[in-house]
Structures are given as C-alpha cells and as structure tokens.
C-alpha cells in the first residue's frame, strides 16, 4: 500500500491546478503536443450549403435592355438629411444682458406660480376624542425640584 494521501494525488493534468510538493516549485515548462495537433477550434462545414452556393454560381440573368438615359434622382428638397442645424448666438443680446435679465425673470414667475400652488395645511377632524387628547398634551404640571426636608422653607436669596 501506498503512504501517499488520496488528496495529493492531481485529479487532473492542468499545471496551474496542480498541489506543490512541499520544498519544490511547480514545473514551469510544458511539453508541446505533436505535429497532427490543430489549435483552436474546429469548425464544422454544412456541405448541402456549400452545394447550394455552388449550383446558382454563373447563372446571373442579364438585362435585356440598356438604358440610354440617366436614372432621375429623386426630388431632394423633400428629403431631410442629417440633424438641423444650431441657430446662431444673438451676440447682441448677449451683450447687452438681455437673456440674464429674461432668465430671472423666468425664474421669479416659477417660484410666484410654486408660492400660489403651495398646498394648504390640513385640518382634522375635531371631535371630543381629539380635543381632549389636546388638552391633556397642553397640560404641564409644574415639577418642584428636590429639596430635603430641612431646606424646603428656605427661599433663595438671589431672587429676593
């Protein structure tokens, strides 16, 4: 029987895989396989595609008949090609500061509409439960700080 434990024997033969022996470094060469080996991966050709390819080659029809005009393009101001393009700055109003003044303009009219829409508080309906759980939260007992027995009829002198 052998002394050497099941979990040292390599399950398989990838290098990077491989446990190291205690003290020895992993070999770093591999052997290369033989000539026949093909790298990569083999495609597999469908041969009744490769015979439809080859049955149709050379039977193009021709035309007839060769024009002796020019084909007409088609009416291009109908057509639109490729994206609009950008209007030119107003440089005069740019210095002049009208679009600054316009946009606080813009913007105090947004927060006049948002102060008009603001909602509103809600009220709740008021019944007796509710008023009198109201009044007990006002409610606030005047809480007598601790004093001994002996000092309680002695009045502070600071407030006199």
């Known amino acids: 029987m052998s002394t050497v434990l099941p979990i040292l024997i390599p399950k398989s033969k990838n290098i990077l895989l491989l446990k190291d022996d205690i ?27 490769i015979n439809f ?10 035309s007839s008949v060769r024009r002796n005009h020019r084909v007409q393009n088609s009416n291009i101001s109908l057509m639109t090609h490729g994206v609009k393009n950008k209007p030119q700055t107003p440089l005069d109003k740019v210095i002049q500061y009208q679009y600054a003044s316009n946009a606080k303009e813009q913007i105090e009219k947004i927060y006049l509409q948002r102060i008009k829409t603001e909602p509103k508080k809600q009220d709740f309906y008021k019944n007796r439960s509710f008023s009198l759980r109201q009044q007990h939260n006002t409610k606030k007992e005047e809480k007598k700080m601790f004093k001994l ?12």
């Open 23 to 49: 003290g020895k470094p992993k070999p770093n060469t591999r052997n290369l396989p033989n000539d026949h080996f093909t790298y990569g991966k083999q495609i597999k050709r469908d041969p009744i595609q």
């Open 53 to 62: 390819a080859t049955q149709e080659y050379g039977n193009e029809i021709q």
């Open 149 to 160: 027995q002996q000092f309680q009829d002695i009045k502070a002198k600071i407030f006199q």
